[in-house]
């Protein structure tokens, strides 16, 4: 009797104290996170991410070694489409990952009939977080825009950057201050029609100003002495793609995210900070694998920033890592080839994107100096007998015997699109697309909350879950339904 009495206490006493466990898990997780990274990767689709894993891999010669980014414990999948095409460009999904709402392709943070819709960065400050913004492309880019701007139009960057003086947000840092300087402006070139001066307008609000290339090392000397602000935008247009980076001319995304960490993290009621790996993009729309390969590869050292930080406040910060879409419909395998060669990538020292297409590599209709030029700086110094008459037919078509069928390559340069396709065959990769394509993009996390991210989900919803995880307002309008297609379809 006394037996039985003991063994139901003590059953009693082990479900307390499981429930009290449960409870206080439950209240621990409960609250919202004080420090949110969100880190985006325009363009960078599954293929993507595996093609840097597996370069890193075949580079450093460890067989298991994965990004930061695959390594988080919540996994997830997300559709894309736009409110009025199943391919979506980046200021529609930008709209669905930071407001939680479906757009046209090419609006601004509104839905479609112009009502503006409040993103994650505005509604952070209206809990008094600091907010910050960091891209590799332009500041005005879609993807940043959307976070902190509202327009109809996202070629309206000269008024995306007026906008961003009244957006709150407390560190900018990317590329193209022409939206922000004045027409004639003697530090450098603007794409401004008016005399109006953003940046010295950021600089009478308080704002720490960094302009122009020669500023990378103020930059980088630069240490907050409390809770400031800080305006940079260091080239004309984009920051340029990592492979054709020079560290003293240009910040990393890895130094911009650690300075906006370092700025931000002063603010008593937290930050919320966005990254964005831009050029990926930019990189598969010229079907450019290098330069995809080591842009996603610098995009998961800025995240290692964030890591950095996470492990020292695990129970208070929140990283996420997604994609707006895929670009260039990258494919991991080519024929009916079953390998992947990520060696023939190893000797790649500039983009092709970039320096073939419109830089120091392009073809001047000098054919010795450009095939050098290719064989110095992207290995291609084995020429098989059909790879030059290969190059030798895009030449033809620059020289002006067939310039009606240099549309055929979306305005890129024939000579570059044509190398880059050597290369992308060598590593048995292919390309479908110069523009986005409709596939699912991964999502990853880790961090307080992360776990109701994970799963296949709509990009509206990611939005959703992370408002409603922050404990955040979200504009007053009925969500649409996140699993609607577009009502305007090609099929």
């Excluded at 064989?375 to 620059?398: F, V």
């Amino acid at each position: 009797m006394l037996r039985k009495f003991f063994s139901r206490k003590l059953a009693v006493i082990a479900l307390a104290l499981f429930l009290g466990l449960i409870g206080g898990v439950n209240s621990a997780s409960a609250h919202a996170p004080r420090y949110v990274f969100y880190f985006i990767g325009d363009g960078m689709g599954a293929a993507q991410r595996q093609a840097a894993e597996y370069y890193l891999r075949a580079e450093t010669g460890v067989k298991d070694i994965k990004l930061r980014m695959n390594q988080f414990p919540v996994a997830g999948i997300n559709t894309t489409y736009s409110a009025d095409s199943l391919v979506t460009d980046s200021a529609a999904a930008g709209t669905a990952l930071a407001a939680g709402y479906k757009t046209n392709n090419g609006i601004i943070a509104q839905l479609p009939d112009g009502t503006n819709v409040k993103s994650l960065v505005e509604a952070a400050e209206e809990k008094g977080m600091g907010t910050g913004l960091v891209t590799t492309t332009r500041i005005t880019h879609a993807t940043p825009a959307v976070f902190a701007s509202h327009n109809s139009n996202r070629d309206a960057e000269n008024e995306i950057a007026l906008d961003y003086l009244d957006s709150g947000v407390d560190f900018f840092a990317g590329g193209g201050y022409r939206h922000f300087v004045p027409q004639n402006w003697d530090g450098g070139k603007s794409k401004r029609k008016d005399d109006l001066n953003i940046a010295e307008k950021f600089k009478g609000q308080g704002y720490h100003i960094f302009l122009t290339e020669k500023d990378t090392q103020k930059f980088r000397n630069y240490k907050p002495s409390g809770q400031e602000k800080v305006f940079a935008a260091f080239t004309y247009s984009h920051l340029p793609y990592e492979l054709d980076r020079e560290n003293d001319h240009t910040p990393s995304l890895a130094e911009l995210t650690a300075k906006g960490i370092e700025v931000l993290e002063k603010y008593k009621e937290g930050f919320f900070l966005m990254v964005e790996g831009g050029r990926i993009d930019h990189a598969c729309h010229a079907h450019d694998p290098a330069g995809s390969i080591h842009d996603t590869l610098a995009f998961d050292k800025a995240l290692d920033e964030a890591y950095s930080f996470y492990q020292k406040y695990p129970d208070e910060t929140l990283i996420v890592v997604v994609a707006d879409h895929e670009t260039g419909g990258f494919g991991l395998g080519f024929g009916d080839n079953y390998f992947l060669k990520m060696d023939q990538l190893f000797k790649a020292k500039v983009t092709t994107a970039d320096v073939l297409n419109e830089g120091v590599g392009k073809y001047d209709k000098d054919r010795k100096k450009f095939f050098d030029f290719i064989a110095t700086n992207l290995g291609l110094d084995n020429l098989s007998l059909d790879e030059k008459i290969k190059i030798e037919q895009a030449m033809d078509l620059i020289d002006g015997s067939q310039k009606d069928a240099i549309a055929t390559y979306a305005g890129y340069d024939p000579a570059a699109i044509t190398v880059t396709h050597i290369m992308s065959e060598r590593a048995n990769m292919f390309w479908t697309t110069y523009a986005h394509s409709g596939t699912t993009v991964p999502l990853s996390a880790i961090g307080v909350g992360a776990e109701a991210l994970g799963g296949f989900k709509d990009n509206t919803e990611v939005a959703r879950t992370l408002f409603s995880i922050l404990e955040f307002k979200p504009t007053e309008v009925a969500f649409t339904h996140p699993t609607s297609l577009p009502k305007v379809i090609n099929y």
